[in-house]
């Protein structure tokens, strides 16, 4: 099972930027993809990305200011955004090899120990 580690994470004010980088252990073939959970609340999708990096999904919350790209001589993924918000605050988790729909987290078979984000006002 691919073990995937990610940093990025920390305090950043609204309306700033956020870089979260993924690495896996060893090289996967598969779709890899960020979710978030915050205080009280469910685990979230973010975004995913297949293989080639041709083809991103956006969860709803995040679209057109989240991007999410790959590096797959690096077997890295990244989440990008240049226009956080408040409520983007959660600890982002890095996931790979969906086995099913992308926006359900319990059919991911890999995950990271996740990065706090915290965006202030």
């Known amino acids: 099972q691919v073990q995937l580690v990610e940093s990025g994470g920390g305090l950043v004010q609204a309306g700033g930027s956020l870089r979260l980088s993924c690495a896996a252990s060893?090289?996967?073939?598969?779709?890899m993809g960020w979710f978030r959970q915050a205080p009280g609340k469910e685990r979230e999708f973010v975004a995913a990305?297949?293989?080639?990096?041709?083809?991103?999904y956006y969860g709803d919350s995040v679209k057109d200011r989240f991007t999410i790209s790959r590096d797959s001589g690096k077997d890295t993924v990244y989440l990008q955004s240049n226009s956080v918000k408040p409520e983007d605050t959660a600890v982002y988790y890095c996931?790979?090899?969906?086995?099913?729909?992308?926006?359900?987290?319990?059919?991911?078979?890999?995950w990271g120990r996740g990065t706090q984000v915290t965006v202030s006002s």
């Open positions: 990305i297949n293989w080639g990096g041709t083809r991103t």
């Open positions: 060893v090289r996967t073939f598969n779709t």
């Open positions: 996931a790979a090899d969906p086995s099913g729909s992308y926006y359900q987290p319990s059919l991911w078979r890999s």
